[in-house]
Structure formats: C-alpha cells, structure tokens
C-alpha cells in the first residue's frame, strides 16, 4: 500500500473511532439493516466518539467518487449537506490534499442546529424516535465541526461552510460547479 492510500485508510478508521481499539466488522461495515440498528451500533456511532455516521464502505465510495472525478477532469465542487460533526466533509479535504488540488472547494452545509422540525409523517415517527431526541436531534454547533477539521489540520481556505437550513442557503451559495455531492 502505498502513502497516500494508508494517509487516506488511516483517516476514514479515525473518522469511525476504529484506531484506539478494536471494533467488531459488523459495528463498522454493518451488511444489513439489522446490524446497523443494534445497541452496538447505535453506542458506537451515535453516541460514542466517530465523526461520521457512514460505514467504511461508504466512506470508499466517497474517496472513490471524488478520485473518479479528480482522474477524469470532471471540474466542480464537492459539497456535504447534513454533516453532523462533520466526518464525510474531512474525508474530502482530505482526498483533495493527497491529490494536490487545490482549485476545489469543500462546502459543509448544515443547519448547525439539529434537524429541522418535521413536516410530514415520515419526519415526525423519526423525530420522535427515544434515540434521536437523544443526541438532542444531531446538533452539533459550528465551532465543534471546525474543531473537528483543525484537528486533521484540514481546515484552510479549501473548506467553505455554510450554516442555516438548506432552503435559506443553497439557492444562494456561491457555488459554480459541483462534481460530488
């Protein structure tokens, strides 16, 4: 393996918690919706300490999309909207900083807030749910998800952050291009 696929594996295990011990598979790749809705699961990614709540294998299909479009020339943006404490928009900086671009740009798009209170039957059974009104409805403030970016030393001019509900900001984000959303 060489250096830049380990710098890339070792940030998406950190970003899980899966560095300091070990984590069983089934906790980190979770194949079924059942293995991804046990206590375990829900301790370990909700309520412990990951930065994100995507599986590894999601977070390859992130590095993968964004290094399909770096090796293709497809130009844009990359951009995560509803980033909790902000695990998926690390990983792309970082994939961009491995690359050596740096004529991208990762917006983080989130109400800062928690999620928006629900509109239709869907949104009201999940906002109700013991277990999201536990994590006080995914609020994690601002400074926390620039913490988060600092301490990965990525957080520089490449990353733009947009906070406010995505009907306020998205019409009028400053954004050209976007080739990974």
């Known amino acids: 393996m060489d250096f830049k696929s380990h710098y890339l594996e070792t940030i998406k295990l950190s970003l899980v918690d899966g560095l300091n011990a070990p984590v069983p598979k089934t906790i980190l790749s979770p ?7 046990t206590d375990k699961w829900f301790d370990h ?3 412990g300490k990951t930065l994100t709540m995507c599986s590894q294998k999601r977070l390859d299909n992130v590095q993968f999309c964004i290094e399909s479009c ?3 020339g ?10 909790w404490r902000g695990g998926v928009s690390i990983l792309m ?8 671009v740096n ?12 999620l928006p209170k629900p509109d239709n039957d869907l ?21 926390t998800v620039e913490s988060n970016f600092h301490r990965y030393s990525l957080l520089d001019e490449q990353v733009q952050f947009l906070p406010g509900w995505f009907c306020d900001t998205l019409p009028l984000a400053p954004i050209s291009k976007l080739s990974v959303l």
């Open 31 to 37: 194949q079924t919706l059942e293995e991804q809705s």
């Open 45 to 47: 990614f909700w309520f």
């Open 70 to 72: 770096i090796g293709n």
């Open 74 to 83: 497809i130009p844009g943006d990359l951009i995560e909207c509803g980033v």
């Open 93 to 100: 900086r970082a994939v961009l900083a491995v690359h050596q």
């Open 103 to 114: 004529n991208r740009t990762v917006w983080v798009a989130d109400s800062f807030q928690g």
């Open 123 to 143: 949104d009201q059974t999940m906002y109700k749910m013991p277990k999201v009104q536990e994590t006080n409805f995914f609020s994690v403030p601002l400074a």
